[in-house]
């Protein structure tokens, strides 16, 4: 405990602004809001349609990246992007918008389900004590809240509409040529008429059930598919990538993972590639997360180009490069392991021309071809798609006997499985030109492979790959010659030789993989899809939704022996016989029939990837959104193109899966008629991190931070000196605390503050509980301002303030209205600390003008305060609604300032210029000053060092 906060100081200042009064203000002004309804935002229409006056004007959707309800409650890192979204939407509505703001709980997840198999505590009920907790919290800091509009992504109500979209994105398929989805049904419709042939050709009428389900399958948005997955049978469950480390293990409890073949469902967000690419550039994004993104999506230009496999009369092999241009330097080619094509070329014996001095490594000793492949796929099977990728990595491989040919210099060219091609990359299936590749290069050097330059590299390249830009070399045949052309015309011309003799085309490629949807959990969304007897798959039509998850005993995923490839999962809900085999009439026109559930649940990211929507229209029960309040608050306007939401704030951890994953729903329901925004967050603003000092003992452990004491720069604990770092906030670290204890021991305004006035709040700080102290004695500055200490009277006095107090008023006015916009709090924390300081050093009361507006433009960042302020100061409307103030520009201006011309260090000219002149302007101004014309006289200029507002160097040659 500091002293500054209680003991003998209150007793001679009975009104002094300490903490006990901040708790007492702080609860009185939240009971008020709650009641009152402060923060209601009011919709056009609908259940929570309220005052058409305020929902007249311009509306501002402010949004946070809602959290995870975990156990361990809040520590002060968690709100730092909540108080700022809060302090920005309390700016809005005093300046005209209709702001809606609210926060749910993205309740899903594997931590409850943990929790639940150790405790054998429903999730949901440890998931509700949490989110109870945690808004309780949340409530302590003053936030500014639609409380009507909050839910939790495990009510049903909101999983309902979850399951309801998954519905509809099963039941559409993306037309490229419209490039849009539509209705699956539109789909039969044109296989029905004959305008569109079948996957397999045959009239849609002579198809089986079951054959018209596969076909379909291959169209729709949401799809099940054979696919290679991670599966761990440690944690007996599959993994995304994101959870599998680079050597192949989970990062959870670090077991093996393996490359199985498992039936999923995966949504078909490749279809969308290019407009989540191109939809990006109108985003107001951190020019990052958009990169981030455009690598994910990773698009890539190249062509297509077919080898035949000699001896082989089937399919050939085709390749996806991004460099047709090296074709005459394609001296061997690689397949992915798990390629399908690789059974069908596989000779039964070796071939004679294997080369003798690499036999054994070609071969990898084994009997035959076949032998080879399989003991060389088993060895591949455990590694991640990351290992297999890790550059300047042994490579390893085996020849498949198979010989292909090149299609420009008819060379024969060895085919080889090697594990550093990716099955799910192209086509899985490349050329290797090691002498423009640095993989193939290394693969060729241990295999003993030809090497052919086809690009001419810089004089004395040798021993590697080049893979810059030069003339083509050796490239030349009868029919065509790219020698000498620059690496784009011998690519155009290429392709174009290709497409002609039916060998290859341009095409377009993706690195962003169709997003696996399933997990083998029990605590996520029941998809709402059940299998008839054929096994084919069926959508539950709205009114079977919500499909409720049943109660079970056990929450578990079976596991198997950690090694053990060859098991295969059993999902926690398909041992409930009596939810999965059911009775349901589908309202298909067959009645009721049996059917069998899907027992996989929805991943985790289900529940994020819609819910902006949902805080617009929470109860409605007929429908995702009203149209009308969507289009009210989401809908496209000017200079926000796609619409979305005015301003998400959140971590940058979410560059990509979240972000990607709801772009694409937006997307998919805006094609299917159901928002009028394509893009869910028009500005993304990334906050930084807390980060916590770390104090560690002679052992390298760390100690609770709380007790640390510091003297003279150094540190201890307990008396032994210990050393400090920066690192992460955590009970782990003993480094911990909670907004409670600040709220406690100094009010949440003060907590507010100082989160606020740490630094530019995309910039990571380091938390510091002894600096909280300096925002908690400006509040007290500023309640002296307006209170007298002993008595409690408000002291603020109906006089003209002075000129050097409107300039004060005025500058701070216009700086924090300007910072607020830009989401710079610090700064605007620093103006109104310089305005209150000026008030503080003039002694004698204030001017009731100038004290209403220092307590309006502390209201955004300090409410609870600025409230209690307001009503003193004799108003009986609630603060959060006023207009802020508007600053008067005859005395926002600073005077001028005086700038010193110098040419070669002696000072030619003084120009008055005002103090927030630019380098550039300032520039303009001093080199078309006439007595600096007139000291050049036509000299040239070396180099003209600017320092604006007060100094130009020009130096001459
Ligand atoms: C021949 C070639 C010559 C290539 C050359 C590169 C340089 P990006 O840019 O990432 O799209 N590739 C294609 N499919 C692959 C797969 N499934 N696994 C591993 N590598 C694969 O990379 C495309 C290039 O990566 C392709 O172009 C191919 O190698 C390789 F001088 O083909 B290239």
């Given at each position: 405990m500091?002293?500054?906060n209680t003991?003998?100081?209150e007793?001679?200042?009975p009104h002094?602004?300490?903490a ?10 939240q009971?008020?809001w709650d009641a009152?309804g402060?923060?209601?935002a009011p919709n ?8 058409t006056?305020i929902?007249a ?6 949004m946070?990246?809602?959290?995870y309800?975990s156990g361990?409650?809040l520590?002060?890192?968690?709100p730092?992007?909540?108080i ?9 509505r005093m300046?005209g ?9 993205d309740?899903?997840g594997?931590?409850?389900?943990q929790?639940?198999?150790q405790t054998?505590t429903?999730p949901r ?5 949490n989110i109870?907790n945690m808004?309780a919290q ?11 509009r909050s839910f ?5 109500d909101y ?6 979209i998954?519905?509809?994105?099963f039941?559409s398929?993306y037309?490229?040529?419209s490039?849009k989805a539509?209705p699956?049904?539109d789909l039969?419709?044109?296989?029905e008429s004959g305008e569109?042939t079948t996957p397999s050709?045959s009239?849609?009428?002579?198809l089986?059930?079951v054959?018209?389900?596969?076909a ?10 054979n696919?290679?997955v991670n599966?761990c049978?440690?944690l007996?469950t599959v993994?995304a990538?994101e ?15 393996f490359k199985?073949?498992l ?8 279809a969308?590639?290019d407009?989540?690419l191109?939809?990006l ?5 951190p020019?990052?997360?958009?990169l981030?993104?455009r690598?994910?999506i990773?698009?890539?230009e ?5 080898f035949?496999?000699e001896g082989?009369?089937g399919e ?6 991004t460099?047709p241009?090296?074709?005459f330097?394609?001296?061997?080619m690689?397949l ?8 069908a070329?596989l000779?039964a014996e070796?071939?004679?021309d294997v080369?003798?001095?690499?036999r054994?490594l070609w071969?990898g000793?084994a ?5 080879a492949v399989?003991?060389?796929?088993k060895?591949a099977?455990?590694k991640?798609?990351?290992?297999r ?5 042994d490579?390893t491989?085996?020849f498949?006997g198979a010989y292909a040919?090149?299609p420009?210099t008819g060379?024969?060219?060895p085919v080889?499985v090697?594990d550093?091609?990716?099955m799910g990359?192209g086509t899985?299936a490349i050329m290797?030109v090691?002498?423009q590749?640095?993989r ?16 001419q590299?810089?004089?004395?390249w040798?021993?590697?790959?080049f893979?810059?830009?030069?003339p083509a070399?050796n490239?030349?045949n009868?029919e065509i ?5 620059d690496?784009?015309?011998a ?9 002609d003799?039916?060998?290859g085309?341009g095409?377009?490629?993706f690195r962003?993989r169709?997003w696996?949807?399933?997990r083998q959990?029990?605590w996520g969304?029941p998809?709402?899809?059940v299998?008839d007897?054929?096994?084919v798959?069926?959508a539950?039509?709205?009114s079977m939704l919500?499909?409720?998850l049943p109660?079970v005993?056990?929450?578990?995923p079976?596991t198997f022996?950690?090694d053990d490839a ?8 398909s041992?409930?016989g009596e939810?999965?085999?059911?009775e349901?009439?589908?309202?298909r026109g067959?009645?009721a029939?049996r ?6 649940t929805?991943?985790?990211?289900a529940g994020?990837c819609w819910?902006?929507?949902r805080y617009?229209?929470p109860h409605?029960?007929q429908q995702?959104?009203?149209p009308?309040i969507e289009q ?7 200079g926000?193109p796609?619409?979305?939401?005015d301003l998400?704030v ?6 990509v899966l979240h972000?990607?994953?709801?772009r694409?729903w937006?997307?998919v329901l805006?094609?299917l008629?159901?928002v ?6 028009h500005?993304?603003f ?10 560690r003992?002679?052992r390298?452990?760390p100690?609770a931070a ?6 003279d720069?150094k540190?201890?604990f ?7 770092e920066l690192?992460?906030m955590?009970?782990?670290?003993k480094?911990?605390?909670?907004p409670?204890e ?5 009010g949440a305004d003060?907590?507010?503050?100082y989160e ?5 709040l995309?910039v ?8 909280v102290v300096?925002?908690y ?5 500023l309640?002296r301002n307006?209170v ?5 009277e408000v002291?603020?006095?109906d006089a003209e303030p ?20 830009a989401?710079r709090?610090?700064?605007a924390i ?10 503080t050093?003039a ?10 507006r220092?307590?309006?433009l502390?209201?955004?960042?300090a409410?609870?305060i600025a ?10 409307e609630?603060v959060?609604?006023q207009?802020f103030?508007?600053?008067?520009p ?10 010193v011309?110098q040419i ?10 005002p103090p927030?002149?630019?380098?550039a ?6 080199m078309g000053?006439?007595?600096v ?9 070396r ?5 604006a ?9």
């Amino acid at each position: 405990m500091t002293e500054t906060n209680t003991g003998a100081a209150e007793v001679a200042a009975p009104h002094r602004y300490t903490a006990a009064m901040a708790a007492d203000i702080e609860a009185r002004w939240q009971d008020f809001w709650d009641a009152d309804g402060t923060y209601e935002a009011p919709n056009p229409s609908g259940d929570l349609a309220g005052d058409t006056a305020i929902a007249a004007r311009p509306k501002k959707f402010i949004m946070d990246m809602f959290p995870y309800p975990s156990g361990a409650g809040l520590h002060v890192g968690h709100p730092l992007g909540y108080i700022a979204t809060d302090v920005y939407a309390r700016h809005q509505r005093m300046t005209g918008h209709n702001v809606l703001h609210t926060l749910g709980f993205d309740a899903f997840g594997l931590p409850a389900e943990q929790y639940a198999v150790q405790t054998g505590t429903h999730p949901r009920v440890s998931t509700e004590a949490n989110i109870e907790n945690m808004k309780a919290q949340l409530r302590r800091l003053g936030l500014g809240h639609d409380k009507r509009r909050s839910f939790a992504t495990i009510d049903p109500d909101y999983y309902k509409w979850t399951q309801w979209i998954f519905t509809q994105i099963f039941d559409s398929w993306y037309d490229h040529e419209s490039k849009k989805a539509r209705p699956i049904a539109d789909l039969v419709a044109e296989f029905e008429s004959g305008e569109r042939t079948t996957p397999s050709g045959s009239p849609w009428s002579e198809l089986s059930a079951v054959e018209r389900a596969e076909a379909l399958g291959q169209y729709r948005l949401a799809y099940a598919s054979n696919a290679p997955v991670n599966w761990c049978p440690g944690l007996g469950t599959v993994l995304a990538n994101e959870e599998v480390t680079a050597d192949g293990r989970s990062e959870r409890g670090n077991f093996p993972v393996f490359k199985a073949n498992l039936r999923q469902w995966n949504m078909r967000i490749t279809a969308y590639a290019d407009r989540l690419l191109d939809d990006l550039d109108a985003l107001d994004w951190p020019e990052a997360i958009k990169l981030q993104q455009r690598n994910w999506i990773g698009r890539s230009e190249g062509a297509r180009v077919d080898f035949a496999v000699e001896g082989h009369d089937g399919e050939p092999v085709t390749v996806f490069t991004t460099r047709p241009d090296t074709l005459f330097g394609a001296t061997y080619m690689v397949l992915a392991p798990e390629h399908g094509l690789i059974d069908a070329i596989l000779p039964a014996e070796w071939p004679r021309d294997v080369p003798q001095d690499a036999r054994g490594l070609w071969t990898g000793g084994a009997a035959t071809p076949s032998e080879a492949v399989a003991a060389y796929r088993k060895q591949a099977q455990s590694k991640s798609d990351v290992e297999r990728q890790t550059e300047h990595k042994d490579k390893t491989g085996v020849f498949t006997g198979a010989y292909a040919l090149n299609p420009v210099t008819g060379s024969r060219i060895p085919v080889f499985v090697a594990d550093y091609v990716l099955m799910g990359y192209g086509t899985g299936a490349i050329m290797a030109v090691p002498g423009q590749d640095e993989r193939d290069w290394e693969f060729a050097e241990a295999f003993g492979l030809p090497i052919i330059r086809t690009v001419q590299p810089p004089d004395g390249w040798e021993g590697e790959a080049f893979t810059g830009q030069g003339p083509a070399v050796n490239s030349s045949n009868d029919e065509i010659s790219l020698d000498g052309l620059d690496v784009n015309e011998a690519k155009s011309k290429i392709i174009t030789w290709l497409t002609d003799r039916g060998i290859g085309e341009g095409t377009i490629n993706f690195r962003l993989r169709d997003w696996l949807f399933s997990r083998q959990r029990y605590w996520g969304e029941p998809f709402p899809i059940v299998y008839d007897e054929d096994g084919v798959a069926h959508a539950l039509p709205e009114s079977m939704l919500p499909l409720e998850l049943p109660e079970v005993d056990d929450y578990a995923p079976r596991t198997f022996e950690p090694d053990d490839a060859d098991t295969q999962p059993e999902t926690p809900l398909s041992r409930n016989g009596e939810w999965v085999d059911v009775e349901l009439d589908l309202g298909r026109g067959d009645g009721a029939r049996r059917y069998r559930r899907e027992t996989n649940t929805m991943p985790n990211w289900a529940g994020s990837c819609w819910y902006e929507l949902r805080y617009l229209d929470p109860h409605n029960e007929q429908q995702l959104v009203d149209p009308a309040i969507e289009q009210y608050w989401m809908g496209p306007r000017e200079g926000q193109p796609h619409g979305g939401v005015d301003l998400y704030v959140g971590g940058a951890e979410h560059a990509v899966l979240h972000l990607l994953y709801a772009r694409f729903w937006s997307k998919v329901l805006f094609d299917l008629g159901h928002v009028s925004s394509v893009e869910p967050f028009h500005k993304l603003f990334n906050q930084g991190m807390i980060q916590a000092y770390v104090y560690r003992d002679s052992r390298g452990f760390p100690v609770a931070a709380a007790e640390v004491e510091e003297r003279d720069g150094k540190f201890f604990f307990a008396g032994e000196p210990v050393k400090r770092e920066l690192g992460k906030m955590g009970k782990s670290l003993k480094n911990a605390v909670t907004p409670d204890e600040i709220a406690v021991e100094y009010g949440a305004d003060t907590l507010r503050l100082y989160e606020m006035a740490m630094g530019p709040l995309d910039v990571s700080r380091p938390w510091d509980t002894r600096a909280v102290v300096g925002q908690y004695r400006l509040l007290q500055r500023l309640w002296r301002n307006v209170v007298d200490e002993a008595t409690g009277e408000v002291t603020v006095v109906d006089a003209e303030p002075d000129e050097a107090t409107l300039r004060a008023l005025h500058k701070a006015i216009d700086g924090v209205t300007q910072d607020m916009a830009a989401l710079r709090f610090n700064t605007a924390i620093a103006k109104i600390t310089e305005l209150n300081n000026h008030l503080t050093k003039a002694g004698g009361p204030v001017a009731r003008s100038v004290a209403e507006r220092l307590v309006l433009l502390v209201a955004p960042l300090a409410p609870h305060i600025a409230e209690e302020l307001w009503h003193r100061l004799g108003h009986s409307e609630s603060v959060v609604h006023q207009d802020f103030p508007v600053a008067d520009p005859a005395y926002a201006v600073d005077e001028a300032v005086t700038c010193v011309v110098q040419i070669k260090g002696k000072v030619k000219a003084r120009i008055e210029v005002p103090p927030s002149i630019t380098d550039a302007e300032l520039e303009a101004l001093a080199m078309g000053h006439e007595s600096v014309v007139a000291a050049l006289d036509g000299a040239g200029i070396r180099k003209v060092v600017v320092r604006a507002p007060k100094l130009v160097n020009i130096v001459t040659a």
